[in-house]
């Protein structure tokens, strides 16, 4: 585990160099790489379904996943009513599947347009990035002529996801209804003056927002 992280903030430090001040490591090639260091001439026998399972499976035993409560149901609410979603992501080549996993449906299906499906690890970019949001906002702008102010932006980072979404004219919305996974960042300086434009505690409750801006 601590050489994986070694070789993680090693990626991060290149990409810094490179410029990219929030940068994302694609963790398959991490796995790839500590693979072939341990297994040397036996590594060429491995395919990449196998290495894939390796690094989801160490996913899944030391990082606890579940779905929140009303989350399926929520986004097909959303889906009838005939509003345009997408996910801005910090991921992994597994995220998706683990997404479709607890929604028992494909991401295009439960109504995740594929062009505002962003994937931090595709990109080399994390938020709290600004430019991991700029694809999505293109394509809302270009295709649907939806801009910024009209977008709403779902988190429970203040970092990650308030602040970005605020940078770049998008209201932001924290969700509260995880007390273990909400982060606030109360010590930061810098986000002192961050404040989202609404709180909610359950996923729900953006069918009450949706229906008072009516």
């Known amino acids: 585990m601590e050489k994986e992280l070694v070789k993680i903030e090693n990626e991060h430090q290149k990409s810094q160099v490179?410029?990219?001040?929030?940068?994302?490591?694609?963790?398959?090639?991490?796995?790839?790489?500590?693979l072939r260091q341990v297994l040397k001439n036996r590594f060429d026998a491995l395919d990449e379904t196998l290495i894939q399972l390796i690094a989801l499976e160490y996913e899944l035993r030391t990082h606890a996943n579940w779905p929140m409560p009303e989350l399926r149901s929520t986004l097909l609410s959303l889906k009838n009513k005939g509003i345009l979603m997408g996910i801005v992501s910090n991921s992994q080549f597994y995220t998706p599947y683990l997404l479709e996993t607890f929604l028992?449906?494909?991401?295009?299906?439960?109504?995740?347009?594929?062009?505002?499906?962003?994937?931090?690890?595709?990109?080399?970019?994390?938020?709290?990035?600004?430019?991991?949001?700029q694809k999505p906002l293109s394509v809302l702008s270009n295709q649907f002529n939806i801009n910024p102010e009209n977008v709403v932006y779902l988190g429970n980072d203040v970092r990650n996801d308030?602040?970005?979404?605020?940078?770049?004219?998008?209201?932001?919305?924290?969700?509260?209804?995880?007390?273990?996974?909400?982060?606030?960042?109360?010590?930061?300086?810098?986000?002192?003056?961050?404040?989202?434009?609404?709180?909610?505690?359950?996923?729900?409750?953006?069918l009450l927002l949706k229906k008072a801006e009516k």
Do not use: C, M
């Not at 940068?23 to 398959?28: D, F, G, H, Y």
């Not at 770049?168 to 924290?174: C, D, M, Q, R, S």
């Open 104 to 133: 028992e449906d494909s991401l295009e299906n439960i109504g995740i347009l594929p062009e505002l499906q962003i994937w931090s690890y595709q990109l080399g970019i994390a938020k709290p990035s600004v430019e991991i949001f």
């Open 18 to 34: 490179a410029d990219i001040v929030y940068p994302e490591v694609n963790i398959l090639e991490i796995w790839k790489n500590a």
């Open 162 to 206: 308030i602040w970005p979404a605020k940078q770049l004219g998008i209201k932001a919305i924290l969700f509260a209804g995880d007390q273990k996974n909400i982060l606030l960042h109360d010590s930061d300086e810098q986000l002192k003056t961050v404040r989202p434009d609404a709180v909610i505690s359950s996923l729900d409750q953006l």
